[in-house]
């Protein structure tokens, strides 16, 4: 798993799918407001903020399926 989150290509690769996952959050959460004045900017970079970290770590632990990936061949299932 090292070898593998140890590549530009994997990191290149989680960033891009948590800038998405960030940006599908904040147009979910603004289109709930009905002024621009109404939406809680704090609460939404919160949002955001889990949300990247939430991503990085299942990209890290689940892998991505977009990235070249080799199978782990150190024994360890």
């Not at 996952?21 to 970079?45: E, K, P, R, Y």
């Not at 949300?51 to 991505?64: E, H, P, R, T, W």
């Amino acid at each position: 798993m090292l070898k593998r989150i140890c590549t530009w290509d994997f990191w290149d690769k989680a960033l891009a799918r948590a800038l998405r996952t960030v940006l599908q959050g904040f147009v979910g959460s603004a289109t709930t407001c009905v002024m621009l004045q109404d939406i809680n900017w704090m609460a939404i970079g919160s949002g955001a903020a889990v949300a990247v970290l939430i991503s990085l770590a299942n990209s890290v632990i689940a892998g991505l399926p977009e990235a070249n990936e080799e199978p782990d061949t150190d024994g360890i299932a």
